[in-house]
Every structure is written in structure tokens, then in C-alpha cells.
């Protein structure tokens, strides 16, 4: 059974990067059919699609935060990675990795991360 | 952006009852290549991840109980929960898949209690 496991820092400093991995265990994450996705959730609030890559590279992005995040892969470790660069109070949140089935909906969830943006 | 719309924000209802949970798209959701709407349910209990309840607007995730259906096309959706039991209190998100490029988006979620 597959699951998901995110880790990082957990405080950031304002206009600093932050940086998350999610490790995936129980399956291959160059097996076809799936891609893997960030989602953030701000405390006490909904659900916020960050974006998602496949495991050969290709990613596409929430269009709000395109210019400040990369989502990256590393098959070898079976790992995928997200950045959010020059980040604010604004982007403190609990952050979830989550792979996606198909061309449909999230199937497996990380437990999530808190993620606080503070000096 | 397809906007996710639920109603309402909040429900009470009584152990045993049936709960109904609705959720509008700003576009339809039904792709007419393969007939199917591109919709999703979750639940969230407290400090837990959202958990796939319904895909594809009305295919239970494995081992969902049957209690749990969804049903609707295009821009109308439902979940329905029949039976409420006690671990039924929970937040619900519809969430469509439709957009390509993929661009996700969630409802607002609906607060489901106990009366």
C-alpha cells in the first residue's frame, strides 16, 4: 500500500525559500498512471491545489503561485520536491503531498506539514 | 477558474438521519468524450488529511462504505450520506479535475454535526 510522507522545516523566515519532500513508500513513483501533487490548506481554511508533476518531469502549476514555486522529482530516491520561494505569513499553512490518480481525483494523502512563515 | 460552490456552509443532523451536501460548478464538469463528470468528494476529520470518498461524481473510493453515494452531472453535484453515524462528523469538499491544463480547485467545504 502506498503512502506518502512529507518533510521540512517546519518555521521559515520571511522572503526565505521553503522547501518540502515527500517521500513515497509501497510503490514505485515512476509507475505509469499516476502523478503527484502538493496542496496546502492555510489554518483553519480550505484547500488550495499548489500543482503536481509527472515522474518524467513535467509539471504544471496553480497559476496564483506559478511564479514562486518549482515541483521537482527524483526517481531515484522516490521522492518528489516542492519550493516556494520569497515567502510571507500568507504562506503558512499545512502543507499535503497527495498522488493523483489518473487523470482524476487525489487518492493518497501525506499526513501534511505545518509550514510557519515567521521571523 | 472553475469556482466550487457547496451548500451550506454547515449541517446538523440527527444520528440515523440522511445528510445531503451540495456542490455547484461554474462550468459543467461532464466531459462528453467519455460521458464522465470530473468530480471528487473528500472528508476531513480533525487533524487528519482530506480521505477520497467519491470520483469520477459517483464511484465510491475502495472501501468506502455504501452509505456514502454521490450523485449529479455537469454543474450540479450531491453527496449523500444515509445512516448518519457518529464518525460521519467530519468537513466535506467537492473538488473538480476537469480543467487541462490541470488546475484543481476545491468548494469551500461543508461542516457536517451531529444534532
Known amino acids: 500500500q502506498v503512502q506518502l510522507q512529507e518533510s521540512g522545516p517546519g518555521l521559515v523566515k520571511p522572503s526565505q525559500a521553503l522547501s518540502l519532500t515527500c517521500t513515497v513508500s509501497?510503490?514505485?513513483?515512476?509507475?505509469?498512471?499516476?502523478?503527484w501533487s502538493w496542496i496546502r490548506q492555510h489554518p483553519g481554511k480550505g484547500l488550495e491545489w499548489i500543482g503536481l508533476?509527472?515522474?518524467?518531469?513535467?509539471?504544471y502549476y496553480n497559476p496564483s503561485l506559478k511564479s514562486r514555486i518549482t515541483i521537482s522529482v527524483d526517481t531515484s530516491k522516490n521522492q518528489f520536491s516542492l519550493n516556494l520561494i520569497s515567502v510571507t505569513a500568507a504562506d503558512t499553512a499545512v502543507y499535503y503531498c497527495?498522488?493523483?490518480?489518473?487523470?482524476?481525483?487525489?487518492?493518497?494523502w501525506g499526513q501534511g506539514t505545518m509550514v510557519t512563515v515567521s521571523s | 477558474d472553475i469556482v466550487m460552490t457547496q451548500s451550506p456552509d454547515s449541517l446538523a443532523v440527527s444520528l440515523g438521519e440522511r445528510a445531503t451536501i451540495n456542490c455547484k460548478s461554474s462550468q459543467s464538469l461532464l466531459y462528453s468524450s467519455n460521458n464522465e463528470n470530473y468530480l471528487a468528494w473528500y472528508q476531513q476529520k480533525p487533524g487528519q488529511p482530506p480521505k477520497l470518498l467519491i470520483y469520477w461524481a459517483s464511484t465510491r473510493d475502495s472501501g468506502v462504505p455504501a452509505r456514502f453515494s454521490g450523485s449529479g452531472s455537469g454543474t450540479d453535484f450531491n453527496l449523500t450520506i444515509t445512516s448518519l453515524q457518529a464518525e460521519d462528523v467530519a468537513v466535506y469538499y467537492c473538488?473538480?479535475?476537469?480543467?487541462?491544463?490541470?488546475?484543481?480547485?476545491f468548494g469551500q467545504g461543508t461542516t457536517l454535526e451531529i444534532k
Open positions: 508533476i509527472f515522474h518524467t518531469g513535467s509539471s
Open positions: 473538488q473538480q479535475y476537469y480543467s487541462s491544463p490541470p488546475m484543481y480547485t
Open positions: 509501497g510503490g514505485s513513483i515512476s509507475r505509469g498512471g499516476y502523478q
Open positions: 497527495a498522488r493523483v490518480l489518473g487523470r482524476s481525483a487525489f487518492d493518497v
